[in-house]
């Protein structure tokens, strides 16, 4: 499964519905707007370290359910901060699908005996001749 589409899976289901809710019921106001002493609703619930970066689906789930990663964000300062980072554009979805090839191919490598080739390309592997 595509790291989106275990994004998609995660957010898209009751549990998260449900912490989320329960999430903007203790932090009514948004908390960036709140550190600079502007009181705002919050309406969106932001992810601090990126499910999208987790390695593994495990590890997804544990980042887009832990109360700690967790921020409630008026819309404002939420899109800000994926503009800032640029965590939802086309070149930083390429950039993540690029990513994670190479830490599959460094995962398989080894397992497969240096398959891979430097220019990313799937090698045979050499037989060996015996000689008489």
């Not at 903007?24 to 919050?42: D, W, Y």
């Not at 921020?71 to 404002?76: F, I, K, S, T």
């Not at 190479?102 to 001749?129: D, N, Q, Y």
Request: proline share 4%; aromatic share 6%.
């Amino acid at each position: 499964m595509s790291k989106d589409a275990t994004y998609r899976k995660l957010i898209c289901c009751q549990r998260w519905r449900t912490l989320r809710n329960q999430y903007l019921a203790e932090h009514p106001e948004c908390e960036l707007c709140l550190s600079q002493g502007i009181h705002r609703a919050a309406n969106c619930v932001h992810h601090r370290s990126p499910v999208e970066s987790a390695p593994t689906e495990r590890l997804a789930e544990q980042l887009a359910y832990s109360w700690s990663n967790l921020q409630a964000l008026c819309l404002h300062c939420h899109k800000g901060i994926h503009e800032a980072e640029r965590s939802h554009s086309r070149e930083a979805h390429r950039q993540r699908q690029a990513d994670a090839l190479e830490r599959w191919k460094a995962r398989h490598t080894a397992r497969l005996g240096g398959m891979f080739s430097p220019e990313g390309g799937i090698t045979p592997k050499s037989t060996a001749t015996v000689e008489s």
